[in-house]
């Protein structure tokens, strides 16, 4: 299967260059999302889509992103559960996910 990603970002070019230079590198198809589903998203919208990944996959890409010093909270990897869901579902479930996990890290810092 072809390896794929969608990335949203609005507002850092800079990001967004960085994360299709190594997606160019790696081969890794850039898909885009229609204007249409974009203007749903709030301005601040960021989150990474990877298609056609395996988790060790994501982990190593993930770990590139991370020694250019580049970080997205919000991503997932495609599912049978979340592949047709419209932009907007995506990011709102993205979203609680990533609010849920940062309260779970904080309560374990504060009992340590």
Same mark, same amino acid.
């Given at each position: 299967?072809?390896?794929?990603?969608?990335?949203?970002?609005?507002?850092?070019?800079?990001?967004?260059?960085?994360?299709?230079?190594?997606?160019?590198?790696?081969?890794?198809?850039? &898909?885009?999302?229609? /204007?249409? $589903?974009?203007?749903?998203?709030?301005?601040? #919208? =960021? +989150?990474? *889509?990877?298609?056609?990944?395996?988790?060790?996959?994501?982990?190593?890409?993930?770990?590139?992103?991370?020694?250019?010093?580049?970080?997205?909270? &919000?991503?997932?990897? /495609?599912? $049978?559960?979340?592949?047709?869901?419209?932009? #907007? =579902? +995506?990011? *709102?479930?993205?979203?609680?996910?990533?609010?849920?996990?940062?309260?779970?890290?904080?309560?374990?810092?504060?009992?340590?």
């Amino acid at each position: 299967m072809e390896k794929k990603i969608l990335y949203i970002n609005k507002k850092d070019a800079d990001k967004l260059r960085g994360l299709r230079n190594l997606a160019l590198i790696r081969k890794i198809k850039i &898909l885009t999302a229609a /204007e249409e $589903e974009l203007s749903t998203l709030p301005e601040e #919208a =960021e +989150l990474l *889509k990877f298609i056609g990944f395996s988790s060790q996959e994501v982990g190593s890409f993930l770990l590139d992103l991370r020694k250019l010093g580049i970080r997205v909270d &919000l991503k997932c990897m /495609e599912t $049978e559960n979340n592949r047709n869901w419209s932009l #907007a =579902e +995506l990011y *709102k479930e993205l979203q609680e996910e990533h609010e849920y996990m940062t309260k779970g890290q904080q309560r374990r810092a504060e009992e340590s």
